[in-house]
């Protein structure tokens, strides 16, 4: 992946990893933020708003039109990316494992 401005994006955080999950999950799938923070009960609107906001601004998730409302959907590098920040927060070790 190649380096992002919104480096949050690639910062491990519970609510984060719910929302990139739903969204590798339906990758195809065109989503309002009301539908995506109806999918994630434990996800505030507020992460949910900042996190989509911030990867369209990244150029990773497409503005589907005409829609009511906005409406976004992922996009190949959106998939790419996310995949790859996924993968590398399940490769990392977990703070405070012990070790043998």
Do not use: F
Not at 17 to 39: C, D, F, M
Not at 53 to 78: F, I, W, Y
Request: net charge positive; hydrophobic share 40%; aromatic share 4%.
């Amino acid at each position: 992946m190649k380096p992002r401005h919104a480096k949050v994006l690639t910062v491990c955080s519970v609510p984060r990893l719910q929302i990139y999950k739903v969204l590798l999950a339906e990758p195809g799938r065109a989503w309002t933020i009301r539908e995506l923070a109806g999918s994630l009960p434990d996800v505030s609107v507020e992460a949910v708003t900042s996190t989509l906001h911030l990867m369209m601004g990244e150029r990773l998730m497409n503005q589907v039109r005409p829609a009511r409302g906005l409406t976004l959907q992922l996009n190949n590098e959106g998939r790419a990316a996310i995949q790859q920040i996924v993968q590398g927060w399940s490769a990392a070790p977990t703070a405070g494992k012990s070790q043998p």
